[in-house]
């Protein structure tokens, strides 16, 4: 499965029992030629729950280029980001408009300088 930058994604996120899973949406935010050559991919958390206004970029249907979010608005969480092995990616549910995806890497820009 090719994961492109900017694609939104549903990820096997295991409890701490490690018994049970829930499946929670990402965006991948690792460049497409990162996610080719690499076991994993970088990505960021998405919730429906925005509450860190400095940090969370609210995402609604006219961002989304291809495929659809469930819940609107959803908030990409800059400031919580993680790295997943490919093989726990459920599907690719979305992929972010060119313009939302450069907002986002100029706010990760943000937070690491």
Known sequence: MLMKQGSIILVDFSYSNLKE????????????????????IVV????????????????LKNDIAA????????????????????????KVVARLKEGKIKEIRQKLLELFS
């Open 67 to 90: 495929g659809t979010i469930d819940i609107e608005p959803s908030y990409i969480k800059i400031d919580s980001l993680y790295t997943v092995e490919k093989n726990i990616i459920r």
């Open 21 to 40: 899973a829930k499946f929670r949406p990402a965006l991948v935010i690792s460049n497409s030629e990162y996610n080719e050559d690499s076991i994993d």
């Open 44 to 59: 960021l958390r998405v919730t429906s729950r925005g509450r860190d206004r400095k940090w969370d970029i609210e995402i």
